[in-house]
């Protein structure tokens, strides 16, 4: 069985490398924009309910929204990446699910912020980006 696992490791050297080398960069990416994203976000967005429903009124508005929601797809998944390599893979699927449009996300979103450990991690990361807290 050793053996197996030396051999593996030789063989896919190469992979590894390139594993450790994207799992860096998307955790230095994840430091830099997770602060910067949580900024954008209005601090009474969770006060509000019918504030922040989409409404499209001509194809610019449904392009951005679909660009919004593969934003958030990519850090949902890079988020869920995350969980097991370096990063902040919790606060990357928070932020991937506010920008995405889907049924529930209200009410999901809600009850992630409802969330005092996650309530407090949000706000200190927008402290980073010299933003006052959420209100809730």
């Keep these: 069985m050793l ?11 190469q992979y590894f490398i390139w594993v450790g080398i ?12 997770t602060p910067l994203l949580l900024g954008k976000i ?24 679909v660009i919004r929601t ?3 797809f990519v ?5 869920i990446i995350m969980l097991v390599t370096p990063g902040q893979g919790i606060i990357s699927i928070l932020l991937g699910l506010f920008l995405m449009e889907f049924p529930g ?3 999901l979103e809600l009850k992630l ?5 996650t309530f407090k991690a ?14 809730r």
Excluded at 42 to 65: A, S, W
Excluded at 75 to 79: C, D, P, S
Excluded at 125 to 135: Q, V
């Design 122 to 135: 949000l706000n200190w990361l927008r402290s980073k980006a010299n933003k006052d807290p959420f209100d």
């Design 22 to 33: 994207v799992s860096f960069v998307v955790f230095v990416a994840s430091l830099l924009l």
């Design 42 to 65: 209005p601090q009474d967005y969770f006060i509000h309910t019918n504030q922040h429903k989409v409404e499209i009124e001509h194809l610019g508005h449904l392009i951005i929204v």
């Design 70 to 72: 593969l934003i958030g």
């Design 105 to 107: 996300k209200r009410k």
């Design 113 to 117: 912020i409802n969330h005092e450990p």
């Design 75 to 79: 850090l949902l998944i890079a988020g």
């Design 3 to 13: 053996d197996f696992i030396t051999q593996a490791t030789a063989d896919y050297h």
